[in-house]
């Protein structure tokens, strides 16, 4: 899918017509990338490009278990990928940023090579996800929350198709896009 009908770049496009000139939306994810690979890159992603806010969401690749390294475990352990989530916070707020926003994960309908649901997988990610948020006092972008009221025909519309079923399908991208900007909007707007 072409960058520009990806959820962050639509988000960026509704920020700019809401506030315009207020925010430049900086992504630096990497495909298949765990928390714990992210958190080697962020110390001097974060030296290199200060910012205000900072959006953090990881639990899919941690979550999975990958037939090329046994498919017994998970990429990422429970425990790490709460220190993981942790560490990225606290450097994040000694770098001066301001609003820490951590995201829970879209429901998916994949099943992972061992036969496992990487849906099942990733709801114990998610609330790792929502406990840094509570504890670390971050906002909670709660995905996982918002779509337990889709029902399974309407989150196969937001998917990719089979055999993908993990990764956003364009009215997918759309609507995270829309969701997470009413989120945006409602921050501002209480922070005033």
């Avoid at 475990?73 to 994040?92: D, I, Q, T, W, Y």
């Avoid at 099943?111 to 114990?124: T, W, Y």
């Avoid at 504890?135 to 309407?154: G, M, P, T, V």
């Avoid at 198709?161 to 501002?188: E, I």
Wanted: aromatic share 10%.
């Amino acid at each position: 899918m072409r960058p520009r009908y990806r959820w962050p770049s639509i988000f960026g496009r509704g920020l700019e017509a809401d506030f315009p000139g207020s925010y430049d939306v900086d992504v630096r994810a990497i495909s298949g990338e765990t928390s714990r690979q992210a958190l080697l890159r962020f110390p001097q992603a974060l030296a290199e490009s200060p910012v205000d806010d900072l959006f953090i969401q990881f639990g899919f690749n941690d979550a999975n278990f990958w037939e090329s390294e046994g498919g017994l475990h998970p990429r990422v352990s429970l425990s790490s990928f709460k220190a993981n989530l942790e560490e990225m916070v606290e450097r994040g707020k000694q770098q001066g940023v301001q609003n820490i926003v951590i995201a829970t994960n879209h429901t998916v309908l994949k099943q992972m090579s061992n036969g496992l649901s990487l849906q099942e997988s990733k709801i114990r990610y998610d609330e790792v996800s929502r406990e840094v948020a509570r504890e670390q006092d971050c906002k909670c972008f709660d995905i996982a929350l918002l779509l337990k009221e889709y029902k399974s025909s309407e989150i196969k519309e937001f998917l990719l198709a089979k055999p993908d079923q993990l990764h956003l399908s364009q009215l997918g991208h759309a609507f995270y896009a829309k969701v997470f900007l009413d989120f945006w909007r409602s921050l501002v707007l209480a922070a005033k």
